[in-house]
């Protein structure tokens, strides 16, 4: 499940933490929201005695007042002339240039989530007190959108289309089908490059970025699957770190299926206080008749059943359960999706899904 980070969370405790940090002093925090996907690390090292030989970055104006550039990174980090990778890169520059304290770079998550387009979308939302003192920089870790990116099918529509809770043999075969499908695609595609795809590279390139871009120390904020790249960094640089927030931590020492049972069991829990949320509500679209929980369960019971269509989003594609799952864990993240997902689920009610597919896959 692909993070959607909401940058309103944590940027109370981001901003006094932010501010008064001093250099001298590593100050990290984290604060809990629901866990996501991880991609386990690599390897434990200890902190290098050196830094990363990297050129300073030449940003070039990319429009509204943001600044781009590419930064070329090892492709192993381990093993010289390796060959090289780019990584975009994305800058808000502070608006106080005399309070400048530095850069605050930011992860959004995912994995596979583009900071550079977060950064373009939130980045002028910030604060001002952390405008004023910081550059807000954004990138695309190695692989995604416009860094060197793995494409794996062209299009993703079938896999949408697919139910992730099985109710008999043919359809798990058919998550199992195509899980194999999209795995060859993806190693035929790009097998020059997806072997070099890691967390721990990330950690190596995000050291390469603080360089790149002059900080002394690095400010982070991650969130989501971010929060891993960040304590990973904590874990090998620890003598690098001016300030860190990590929003949603995950536990690095977790394996991906231990990962996503917490997650689900999360996601579970959410979902429960937002039903509850509902009952409690009189303005609440999906009542249910007071019991929005039983509401819920029939609903997907009937999509599940027959997929929905989708007449106010242009009627080409329906709403099935995969889809529908997507709507309802994506509003999981943060209780102002809460009311959007409240009017899908109305709608869906009375045979429209066309909300729900504007929320699950826009």
């Known amino acids: 499940m692909s993070a959607r980070p909401n940058p309103g969370r944590g940027l109370t405790v981001l901003l006094i933490l932010l501010l008064t940090a001093s250099c001298g002093t590593t100050t990290t925090t984290t604060t809990t929201t629901t866990p996501t996907a991880a991609i386990s690390p690599a390897r434990p090292t200890s902190e290098p005695s050196s830094q990363?030989?990297?050129?300073?970055?030449?940003?070039?104006?990319?429009?509204?007042?943001?600044?781009?550039?590419?930064?070329?990174?090892?492709?192993?980090?381990?093993?010289?002339?390796?060959?090289?990778?780019?990584?975009?890169?994305?800058?808000?520059?502070?608006?106080?240039k005399l309070a400048r304290i530095g850069s605050l770079v930011l992860e959004p998550g995912g994995p596979g989530a583009s900071g550079v387009e977060f950064?373009?979308?939130?980045?002028?939302?910030?604060?001002?007190?952390?405008?004023?003192?910081f550059d807000v920089v954004g990138f695309d870790p190695r692989g995604v959108n416009s860094s060197s990116a793995v494409r794996c099918i062209d299009n993703l529509d079938g896999r949408a289309d697919l139910d992730p809770s099985p109710d008999d043999a043919t359809e798990l075969q058919a998550l199992v089908d195509d899980a194999r499908a999209y795995a060859e695609a993806c190693g035929s595609r790009n097998d020059a490059t997806l072997s070099y795809l890691s967390t721990d590279a990330v950690v190596d390139d995000l050291e390469g970025i603080r360089v790149a871009i002059g900080d002394e120390k690095l400010t982070y904020l991650g969130f989501s699957y971010g929060t891993l790249i960040g304590a990973l960094y904590a874990d090998r640089y620890p003598g690098r770190i001016r300030a860190m927030v990590l929003d949603?931590?995950?536990?690095?020492?977790?394996?991906?299926?231990?990962?996503?049972?917490?997650?689900?069991?999360?996601?579970?829990?959410?979902?429960?206080?937002?039903?509850?949320?509902?009952?409690?509500?009189?303005?609440?679209?999906?009542?249910?008749?007071?019991?929005?929980?039983?509401?819920?369960?029939?609903?997907?019971?009937?999509?599940?059943?027959?997929?929905?269509?989708?007449?106010?989003?242009?009627g080409r594609r329906t709403v099935g359960p995969g889809l529908a799952a997507s709507a309802v864990l994506g509003a999981m993240y943060s209780t102002t999706s809460w009311p959007t997902l409240a009017t899908a689920l109305e709608r869906a009610e009375m045979g429209d899904g066309s909300v729900m597919l504007r929320i699950s896959d826009p």
């Open 248 to 314: 949603g931590a995950v536990d690095p020492s977790l394996d991906l299926e231990q990962l996503r049972k917490d997650q689900a069991r999360a996601f579970e829990i959410s979902l429960g206080h937002f039903l509850a949320d509902c009952a409690a509500r009189t303005n609440c679209p999906f009542q249910g008749n007071g019991r929005p929980n039983k509401a819920f369960d029939a609903l997907m019971a009937a999509i599940d059943a027959h997929a929905l269509p989708t007449p106010r989003a242009g």
């Open 119 to 133: 950064v373009r979308d939130s980045a002028k939302r910030f604060p001002a007190a952390i405008r004023d003192r």
């Open 52 to 96: 990363p030989a990297v050129a300073p970055v030449r940003w070039t104006d990319c429009g509204e007042g943001f600044l781009c550039a590419s930064l070329r990174v090892p492709r192993d980090h381990a093993v010289t002339g390796s060959g090289t990778l780019n990584i975009s890169l994305i800058r808000l520059p502070a608006t106080g």
